[in-house]
């Protein structure tokens, strides 16, 4: 149990195009979803918090107009890369949070989704 | 605020050896302990966790103790094999920071037959 999937697990774009990204988890509710951006050899960095239904709650010095988020659901949160370049490249990486599914908030990684902007 | 700190990679060892990754934080509270384990290509996996002081954490045949004296969650696997090469994560949640996870930089552990 406690699979958290993502969609593409690829993708490469032009730069000035928009990119969604989407997290699913597939077999409990996910109440809480986080986004992660991983720089090549470096750790995760938290991006924003997620509830199903509410506005993301973004960390200091991300971009919410460039970076969308939307948990419209229990099981499906997505992030959209707005009007993308190359400095956007990264492996993006979401987990989800939930009830009945392991401790009270643990998180479960997706496989993350590596971007790379022409 | 929170902060993980743990020792810089990459590491290298040759197969069936001793096993260890440094891992020391701060934080407010009484946080949680956790590391993650990310193989080539992949997301994290949990590898194991620690709840309170003096908890040991185990899986897979990794251990690390939840050490609040020293404010440390060492990992360590007495005999690791090549399958063992991954960048290894040390992480805590602390509800002060409303249960968000901080992560350590990562060590990168390269296991040679």
């Excluded at chain 2, 994560?89 to 249960?99: I, K, T, W, Y």
């Amino acid at each position: 149990g406690a699979v958290v999937s993502q969609h593409p697990s690829w993708v490469i774009c032009k730069s000035g195009t928009s990119v969604k990204i989407e997290c699913r988890s597939l077999d409990f509710q996910a109440t809480t979803m986080f986004w992660y951006r991983q720089f090549p050899k470096q750790s995760l960095m938290l991006m924003a918090t997620s509830n199903e239904g509410s506005k993301a709650t973004y960390e200091q010095g991300v971009e919410k107009d460039k970076f969308l988020i939307n948990h419209a659901s229990l099981t499906l949160s997505t992030l959209t890369v707005t009007s993308a370049h190359p400095e956007d490249s990264s492996f993006y990486i979401c987990s989800a949070s939930g009830t009945g599914q392991g401790s009270y908030n643990e998180q479960f990684f997706g496989p993350g989704t590596r971007l790379t902007v022409l | 605020g929170n902060s993980v700190t743990q020792m810089e990679g990459p590491v290298t060892l040759s197969e069936e050896a001793f096993l260890t990754i440094n891992c020391t934080y701060t934080a407010t509270g009484y946080p949680s302990l956790f590391w993650y384990v990310q193989y080539p290509g992949e997301g994290l996996q949990l590898l194991l966790k620690a709840t309170k002081a003096d908890d040991k954490g185990s899986n897979k045949g990794f251990e690390a103790t939840y050490r609040k004296e020293t404010t440390s969650f060492h990992l360590e696997k007495g005999s690791v094999q090549v399958s063992d090469s991954a960048v290894y994560f040390c992480a805590l949640r602390s509800g002060a920071a409303g249960n968000k996870l901080t992560f350590g930089g990562g060590t990168r552990v390269l296991v040679k037959p």
